[in-house]
């Protein structure tokens, strides 16, 4: 048996990229998948998929950015499975820009998204694993983490962040909850498009474009944390492509 086999995942940002990939594999290997984004049709397809090959999945619409949202994620895993066993925290945004550019908007929707829409899973998630005497938070955070770059300050902010109250979450989460924080390097997916400006888009993509790696190698990285017995904890995972500076 899997230690991932029967258990409850629930995923946000699930619609594409790493949250996609990663349901993809937990779902190969026994994992039963509540599945969140903001793109309903996406998750459709992608639950059609996983019962096609023989898997479990649900999913609902789900805005990080509303706490109400992540409690209806959670409250669907305890609906449909019993349980949630591990909160996968994927969801986030990129909107880079140099500072000077005032996007201030956009500042402010990667706090919303990056920072508090993990806060708002901790929220949902930390009754339900009190409760059941178990549980796993995996957070998606970035290498932008640990080395700021120009025009990334507030992304890199945001993801430095997620870290501290990740470590903050594990110091307080007591011996049944575990807590894991997985960074990618330099990812293959549209997080390049994000960006509104037309010239750090295009260095964005020619980056990604020379050294990308797929998102199912975060996919295999999350699935090493989950998969440990419950007396291991896997704190912090960096994952990047060997050709990433």
């Not at 993809?24 to 969140?36: C, F, H, I, N, Q």
């Amino acid at each position: 048996m899997s230690g991932i086999t029967g258990k409850v995942v629930a995923i946000t940002g699930a619609s594409s990229g790493i949250g996609e990939a990663t349901a993809l594999l937990l779902a190969e290997r026994g994992a039963r998948l509540v599945l969140g984004a903001r793109r309903s049709e996406r998750l459709e397809e992608l639950v059609a998929r996983i019962e096609k090959a023989g898997g479990e999945a649900v999913q609902i619409r789900t805005d990080v950015t509303r706490l109400d949202d992540v409690r209806a994620l959670v409250g669907l895993a305890g609906e449909r499975f019993g349980r949630l066993d591990v909160l996968i925290s994927n969801a986030g945004v990129g909107t880079i820009s140099p500072l000077d550019d005032l996007r201030t908007a956009e500042w402010d929707h990667m706090v919303d998204v990056n920072i508090k829409g993990v806060l708002h899973g901790i929220g949902a998630a930390l009754p339900v694993f009190r409760a059941q005497d178990g549980g796993h938070f995996v957070t998606t955070a970035s290498t932008a983490a640990f080395r700021v770059a120009p025009a990334m300050a507030v992304y890199a902010g945001t993801k430095i962040a997620v870290r501290a109250i990740c470590e903050g979450l594990r110091q307080e989460a007591g011996p049944t909850v575990r807590v894991s924080t997985v960074s990618p390097g330099v990812i293959d997916t549209d997080f390049p498009e994000a960006s509104t400006n037309e010239r750090v888009r295009a260095e964005i993509a020619g980056m990604r474009d020379r050294v990308a790696i797929p998102p199912s190698a975060i996919a295999r990285a999350i699935a090493f944390a989950i998969e440990q017995p419950a007396d291991v904890d896997v704190n912090e995972i960096v994952v990047r492509p060997t050709a990433q500076t």
